[in-house]
């Protein structure tokens, strides 16, 4: 259901790309904008599922690889390259991609509609990313019919089997995509000093376009909190991780539900622009780093221990 529901958007989102590159406008850029900041939220929510065919054709590197390489980008569009296939493409492509074609080829939005009315490659260019970006959820969601029933039926526990990559993938998402991207790289956890230019939708922060850093984290926390507690895109829930602790007769269930509230709370305390937040206040970063840190030693200790899981990728971070 969340990969139909972010099909849905991209459709929409590839039809509104098609109409502002054949007719670059301010009322064609808004509305390419709002849906572009639609369907990265709801990227959100399907970026964890990294298995099977999303896993094979590298899905969420080719759409969520950030910083977008700006250089590479240029040297594509003076070179009407199309096939992005190239693992050094991946920040050239996907939602950081869209970022930059949008917002940071010039720095005020009508001199970017200027540029695509001057310059047909550019339009190209954005399409061609769009274009793969639905291209290959497709490929994903197709392949989901034949390789459900075998997901479904998979109830061993072995570095293969559904449960054990589906939770893997899960910490890992929780800890690698929110944790250290969105938060602990930007903030300089790991670095001599913090890299503001780091952070998910730069330039759209950067150009004063719409901030939506601190809009995308807290809906991956939210997304992260969706599947530990089994909620449904409407509300309801189901079997879970939580449900599944609570049967182990742990108290570890309801300890990771106040801790996943405390991260929202430290998450919402930031500025709307990560960047202004960095640049004046990095503390405040940190202490959401640390909000979320605590939640991962749960996650990847304790719950995979109750689960009797091993990890299965490897933690290069040092902590």
Do not use: C
């Amino acid at each position: 259901p969340r990969y139909n529901d972010f099909k849905n958007s991209l459709d929409e989102l590839k039809t509104l790309t098609d109409n502002f590159a054949e007719t670059p406008s301010i009322a064609n850029y808004d509305l390419l904008h709002e849906k572009w900041v639609e369907s990265y939220k709801k990227w959100q929510y399907i970026e964890m599922f990294n298995i099977g065919k999303a896993e094979e054709i590298m899905f969420y590197n080719k759409v969520n690889t950030y910083p977008a390489n700006s250089v590479r980008i240029n040297s594509n569009i003076d070179e009407n390259k199309t096939d992005l296939s190239n693992p050094n493409d991946w920040p050239a492509q996907g939602f950081p991609g869209i970022d930059y074609m949008i917002h940071g080829i010039e720095s005020s939005k009508q001199a970017i509609i200027d540029k695509y009315n001057s310059e047909s490659k550019y339009g190209i260019y954005l399409k061609t990313i769009v274009n793969d970006m639905s291209t290959n959820t497709n490929i994903v969601i197709d392949d989901w019919e034949t390789y459900k029933a075998s997901f479904i039926t998979s109830i061993d526990n072995t570095a293969t089997s559904s449960f054990n990559m589906l939770i893997n993938d899960f910490v890992f998402y929780f800890e690698k995509g929110l944790r250290t991207n969105k938060i602990g790289i930007p903030a300089g956890r790991w670095s001599d000093t913090p890299l503001p230019d780091r952070v998910e939708a730069y330039y759209s922060s950067k150009n004063s376009i719409e901030d939506i850093s601190k809009i995308l984290a807290l809906e991956s926390r939210k997304a992260s909190e969706d599947l530990f507690l089994g909620r449904s895109s409407n509300g309801d829930l189901g079997p879970s991780y939580k449900s599944y602790l609570d049967y182990l007769e742990t108290d570890l269930g309801s300890t990771l539900v106040s801790k996943l509230e405390a991260a929202k709370i430290s998450l919402n305390d930031l500025d709307t622009n990560f960047i202004n937040q960095i640049n004046t206040n990095n503390t405040k970063m940190l202490l959401a780093f640390d909000a979320l840190q605590t939640i991962v030693v749960n996650l990847k200790t304790d719950m995979l221990s109750n689960f009797n899981i091993a990890v299965d990728y490897v933690d290069a971070d040092g902590d």
